[in-house]
């Protein structure tokens, strides 16, 4: 209870003294600007190109991340540091000749025609710079490779203590995971996919499951190597629910697409109407996995911001015990729902892919 | 998310219909989570022996009314 505090605390500390950076997106040095939350919790929620730890004085103490670009002169690598915390296309980066600016998390080729101004607009008001391929390390992806790495160090480690254990009786670490794989297995695999199959399958729903809890819970850890929103990220969701749809369609027996196309025992009017709704079903599952995770996880981060928030909001510091006992509230109920959600992934993931290789008896 | 940040800055500012949308949302994620809350009560009482497992998919069920609920929410975001 102790470190669950002293971490609300530190995301207080973190948001009070963000939150003059934050408030000024367009780059204007006023400090007496009023406090946006929707730009707080937007620069929170989105992808970063440099880990922004806290800041001291108006001056921002961030971890930089590499930026690995592929320009018309190939590969470019620097340290994100080089921009100088700015995100408004101010300062100008050169490598070899060529000139780069960082606008909106954005990289951008600098546009040296306009004088002291890099970033040139179109009529809509969009940017109308050309932009190199950005493969950079961002906080997100230094997140998930941070989560891999711990996962990695966790299954090790468990299979390390079957090893010494007697009769393979769980031991140390195993105490912990034997028990979630097992719930996994019986739980979810069996029931959904079937004795026959389901061996093939769960390495795939173990590594969904523990992946997507992972970065669900350092998400919830509110202090610098941890805190990226990662599974609130609809890309990464995006992948996984790709992945689902994958497998899904290439082990689907004749029986699925006979299903889905022309579906038995039903009269013809009834199996025209059928197919097309079927078919835009085999899109629709995956689609709605990847906005319900992707929608569960950014709206816990923003539920927790925005009660943190409330102070700035009003102004008044004797908000602050409801704010606080609030955001305790909604973590605590999040450390339910990140494992839920986890779950659900795994669960309906099976769910499809037991439907797809499910063998029916007309 | 570079979707929801470009319709971010191009669309009209209709926060006022967001936070109505919000609002629809949570009212039909909270009848949602009443009827389960309500029958999985029910099903306890007449039956307190499955409690555990009862409880285990009420709140599974509970998290996918919720999720619809949050995607009226994700959709009320984008603006």
Known sequence: ?362 | MSLIIFLQETAVNYGAFAAIGAGLAAIGAGIGIGQIGGSAMDAMARQPEMQGKLQGSAIVLIAFVEAVALFAVVVSLIK
Request: overall charge negative; charged content about 15%.
């Open chain 1, 1 to 362: 209870m102790l470190l669950r505090f002293s971490g609300i605390f530190t995301l207080i500390f973190f948001t009070l003294f963000s939150a003059n950076i934050f408030a000024n997106p367009a780059g204007n040095s006023d400090d007496n600007k009023e406090f946006d939350v929707n730009e707080m919790i937007m620069h929170h929620i989105k992808d970063a190109h440099e880990f922004h730890i806290m800041d001291i004085d108006g001056h921002a103490v961030s971890f930089p991340l590499p930026i690995i670009l592929w320009t018309d002169n190939g590969l470019v690598t620097f340290l994100s540091s080089k921009f100088n915390h700015d995100d408004s296309g101010k300062v100008v980066v050169d490598i070899n000749g060529q000139f780069f600016v960082k606008y909106h998390e954005k990289i951008f080729y600098a546009d040296n025609a306009n004088g002291d101004k890099y970033i040139s607009y179109d009529e809509t008001g969009n940017v109308a710079n050309k932009k190199p391929l950005d493969l950079s390390i961002t906080k997100m992806v230094f997140s998930m490779f941070l989560s891999m790495l711990l996962l990695v160090l966790i299954f090790v480690a468990t299979a390390k203590t079957y090893s010494k254990s007697r009769k393979g009786e769980p031991t140390g670490l195993g105490k912990f995971t034997e028990p979630l794989i097992l719930f996994i297995k019986d739980e979810v695999a069996l029931p959904m996919i079937g004795e026959k199959h389901y061996q093939r399958y769960m390495p795939f729903l173990l590594t969904l499951f523990f992946f997507i809890w992972i970065n669900n819970v350092m998400g919830l850890i509110p202090f610098f190597p941890f805190s990226a929103n990662l599974s609130g990220n609809i890309a990464f969701t995006f992948v996984l629910a790709a992945i689902t749809f994958i497998i899904t369609t290439v082990v689907a027996n004749k029986d699925y697409w006979k299903h889905i196309f022309w579906m038995p025992g039903i009269p013809v009017p009834m199996k025209l109407f059928l197919a097309p709704i079927e078919f835009l079903g085999i899109f629709i599952k995956p689609i709605s996995l990847m906005i319900r995770l992707f929608a569960n996880i950014s709206a816990g981060h923003i539920i927790i911001l925005s009660l943190i928030s409330l102070i700035f909001i009003f102004k008044s510091i004797w908000l602050a015990p409801a704010s606080l006992f609030f955001s305790v509230f909604i973590s605590l109920i999040e450390v339910l729902v990140v494992a839920i959600q986890a779950y659900i992934f795994t669960m309906l993931s099976a769910l499809y892919i037991g439907s797809a290789i499910e063998e029916h008896e007309h």
